[in-house]
């Protein structure tokens, strides 16, 4: 019986609770960001280029065998994937880097000198003014 109360113990604390959040919400983030790119960005960036689509690039290596059917590297999906990625990484950059600035804002705002530093800051100042 130790070990599951160990084990609900550990599931039950804040930090798996916000990560497993944490993972629901990116996995959703990244399937619109993935809509985003394969259905919008892509498909103007192709019109942009002539009509090009992506997804279609392809090169087809020849057959070694003729049993066996010849193998298709999909470039053109690879290329929508480092941009899929891409964005996720920026998104993601800006959201820490606006998380990092609102603790910075808070913490700044929340340190209230203590009794000896008003006293020695007082101290200071009236050796100053001599």
Do not use: C, W
């Not at 497993?20 to 809509?35: L, M, N, Q, T």
């Not at 590297?73 to 990484?89: N, R």
């Amino acid at each position: 019986m130790g070990f599951l109360k160990d084990f609900r113990d550990f599931a039950m604390r804040g930090n798996v609770i916000d990560l497993a959040v944490g993972v629901v919400i990116g996995g959703a983030f990244g399937k619109i960001v993935s809509s985003l790119v394969s259905d919008i960005i892509m498909p103007l960036l192709g019109y942009a280029i002539s009509g090009l689509d992506f997804k279609d690039l392809s090169i087809t290596l020849p057959q070694v065998h003729e049993n066996l059917p010849a193998v298709t590297l999909k470039y053109g999906m690879f290329v929508q994937s480092i941009v899929d990625f891409t964005i996720i990484a920026f998104a993601i950059f800006i959201f820490i880097r606006l998380i990092s600035k609102l603790k910075k804002e808070t913490s700044e705002a929340a340190v209230e000198p203590t009794a000896e530093e008003k006293l020695l800051t007082e101290i200071r100042d009236l050796l100053k003014n001599k």
